[in-house]
C-alpha cells in the first residue's frame, strides 16, 4: 500500500509534500521539498539520497546516541541535500503533519543553513526557504 502524501505548496515547479513516513519518498517527489514524520537516521538518509528529494525535513528523535536521530542531515549535506530535523518534543513522531505545522527546528545540516535555515524556526518555515531556495537555485 502506497504510504499517503500531501501536497501543501507548489512554487516554480516544485513542491512541499508531507508524509507520515520517509518510506514514501518515491519518483514522485523527486526535486521537491519532503516534510515527514521520521527519525533522520542512516535509513533515512539513504531513502532522501536515493530519491532524489530536493530537501527533506524530519524529526530529530531526541538526537540519541551519537546523533543516530540525525545522521541523514550529515549523509545528505555531503550529497550537497538541504535537510533539517524538528524537535522531537515539538512534533508527534511518525506524523508528517505534526513535523510541518507544530515542527520547531533543532538542527539543519549547512547546505539547509546556506538557504536560511536555522534552529529554533518553524518547520513551515523552513520548508519555505528550502522550497524558495531550490527554486533559485534549479537544482
Known amino acids: 500500500m502506497a504510504e499517503k502524501k500531501t501536497i501543501v505548496k507548489e512554487a516554480g515547479g516544485r513542491k512541499i509534500v508531507v508524509a507520515d513516513s520517509a518510506a514514501a519518498m518515491d519518483e514522485s517527489t523527486k526535486g521537491d521539498v519532503f516534510v515527514d514524520g521520521s527519525h533522520c537516521g542512516i535509513n ?15 524529526n530529530d528523535a531526541g538526537m540519541g546516541k551519537n546523533d543516530a536521530g ?29 513535523t510541518y505545522e507544530q515542527g520547531k527546528v ?32 534549479g537544482k
Open 44 to 58: 533515512v538518509g539513504e531513502m532522501t539520497i536515493h530519491s532524489g528529494v530536493g530537501a527533506m525535513v524530519g
Open 70 to 98: 540525525i545522521a541523514a542531515l550529515k549523509m545528505c549535506d555531503e550529497k550537497g541535500i538541504p535537510a533539517a530535523a524538528v524537535a522531537a518534543m515539538s512534533a508527534k513522531i511518525g506524523n508528517g503533519m505534526s
Open 106 to 137: 533543532s538542527v539543519a545540516n549547512e547546505a539547509a543553513q546556506k538557504l536560511g535555515v536555522s534552529a529554533g524556526m518553524s518547520a513551515k518555515e523552513a520548508a519555505d526557504k528550502l522550497l524558495e531556495g531550490l527554486i533559485k537555485g
